[in-house]
């Protein structure tokens, strides 16, 4: 692979507001994930938990977000699943995908606001179905692996009083365990089996966060503050996996994951920005310069580049994690820096799930996984930055002929875009990657010269 720098104009973008119908997930399809969930679970009982912060997984099973409070999703022998909620879910179970009981706690609701009908989450428990003796199968927000705690299968990122309500009501001889992994492992969990529908609303996002990330990139100059730079993202409003980023500096290392400030940009500063939607983040860090260092050039931007190529040359049905760790770290041999994080990761409506990339990992990548390519260069020089992350699909032939028949004006991009990386960017790419990202690949350090790209003159 021999990394050169060359100008490649952007291929068109994705304009806000272009598609008229927004894809979505059908209620059949949140149907079928909660009684997945369920019978894996083999419980009399599946409760869910999720918080504004952590909603991730009781989106991906019924579409509903806590806005400002707590909510438990609790799935059991009757036909339709309970949706407990506090005072404003009960006024937001519209945004629900198919038809639940919804039950009011109060306990849920924040400090302050009435409590004087159903105050108690235990008593509600109980009237939803639990009884002395039940298996309670608990989905946190995460679990914890066997070399982290002494019992892996106890609940671990569950609120305590949550616990303690399903003790209450589920009796001293209950069965209470940690079902996250149902959800969130890195190759058996539901969320990393996704279905053509859910992989064309991901692929909206990321082509929204890709083309908001890249009017940054584009328009950013110096003299501008952090916050005027980062309204050149034209952010609409969706929903975000994390917060806004954009900072920049010249003489002090870069904090990635800050907010934007009123600090104002200088020609020379590093600049890194990212923007998470459901289902995709974009993330670019470059240089706000338009007169690269060679010294610079060759000894960071080259090898980073030649990782990120290696990365979505190597993503394939049935590689191993572990391999594609091994070829990201061979990739980058020698090199002055090497990945902060795992090199890649599962991506969902939570913008980290969980990853099969890690050493030594055999789990091998699988049709229908949404990946994000995520290589974070550390250590870097005071006030530099590399970055150059976008999201991707595995699908076999089944799932793109899915993909192709219900989402045709989608399909076109994803295979204009694959062609514009294979044959532009030099980067092949196996038939069952789809690069959901607006620019995927497309990675220009040197901000004020947006055309000038890492390509690999080899192809």
């Given amino acids: 692979m021999n990394i050169t720098l060359k100008h490649i104009p952007l291929q068109d973008g994705y304009a806000p507001g272009a598609d008229a119908i927004t894809p979505s997930v059908p209620a059949s399809e949140y149907e079928r994930r909660i009684r997945a969930a369920y019978d894996a679970a083999q419980a009399d009982w599946l409760v869910v938990y999720a918080d504004r912060e952590h909603t991730a997984n009781l989106t991906f099973l019924c579409g509903f977000d ?7 999703l609790v799935v059991g022998p009757r036909e339709k699943p309970t949706l407990i909620l506090g005072n404003e879910g009960m006024g937001y179970t519209s945004a629900a995908a198919l038809p639940l009981n919804f039950v009011l706690c109060q306990s ?29 199968g608990v989905v946190g927000w995460k679990y914890m692996e ?31 365990f940690d079902a996250t992994h149902i959800l969130m492992h890195p190759t058996h969990g539901l969320k990393s089996q996704n279905s053509a529908a859910q992989i064309a609303v991901f692929a909206q996002a990321a082509e929204r966060a890709g083309s908001a990330v890249m009017r940054i990139t584009r328009g950013a100059r110096p003299g501008m503050t952090e916050r005027e730079a980062f309204a050149l993202s034209a952010y609409e409003g969706d929903p975000l996996t994390c917060y806004s980023m954009l900072s920049c500096a010249s003489n002090e290392p870069i904090v990635g994951l800050r907010s934007p400030s009123s ?27 338009a007169t ?15 990782a990120i190529h290696t990365w979505w040359g190597s993503l394939r049905m049935g590689l191993a994690g572990g391999e594609m760790f091994g070829a990201v770290m061979n990739a980058l041999d020698g090199a002055a820096f090497a990945p902060a994080l795992n090199p890649g990761h599962l991506i969902s409506i939570d913008e980290w799930t969980h990853t ?3 050493p030594a990992s055999t789990m ?3 049709s229908g996984m949404a990946l994000q390519c995520d290589i974070i260069p550390t250590p870097m020089p005071d006030g530099t930055a590399l970055n150059c992350e976008d999201t991707a699909a595995i699908a076999d032939a089944q799932l793109r002929a899915e993909i192709a028949a219900a989402y045709p004006d989608l399909w076109r991009r994803i295979q204009a875009r694959r062609a514009f990386i294979q044959t532009a960017l030099g980067i ?19 901000w004020l010269d947006a055309d000038l790209v890492c390509v690999n003159s080899e192809v």
Avoid: H, N, W
Avoid at 66 to 72: K, V
């Fill in 292 to 306: 690269p260092s060679a010294d610079f050039i060759a000894r960071y931007v080259l090898p980073y580049a030649k």
């Fill in 108 to 136: 849920l609701s924040l400090m302050g606001q009435p409590r004087g009908v159903a105050p108690r989450l235990g008593a509600v428990l109980a009237a939803a179905g639990l009884a002395d003796g039940a298996s309670v």
């Fill in 356 to 358: 099969p990339i890690f």
């Fill in 428 to 446: 092949p790419l196996a038939e069952e990657v789809l690069p959901l990202s607006y620019a995927a690949c497309y990675f220009a350090p040197f």
């Fill in 146 to 176: 066997a070399d982290e705690c002494d019992d892996p299968s106890a609940p671990a990122f569950v609120p305590a009083f949550v616990l303690a309500a399903l003790r209450k009501a589920a009796g001293a001889s209950a069965r209470i």
């Fill in 66 to 72: 806590p806005r400002f409070e707590e909510a438990l």
């Fill in 263 to 289: 600090r104002r940009l200088a020609y020379g500063d590093g600049i890194t920005t990212a923007i998470g939607l459901r289902g995709s983040l974009a993330c670019r860090a470059g240089i706000l310069t």
């Fill in 364 to 366: 091998a990548l699988a």
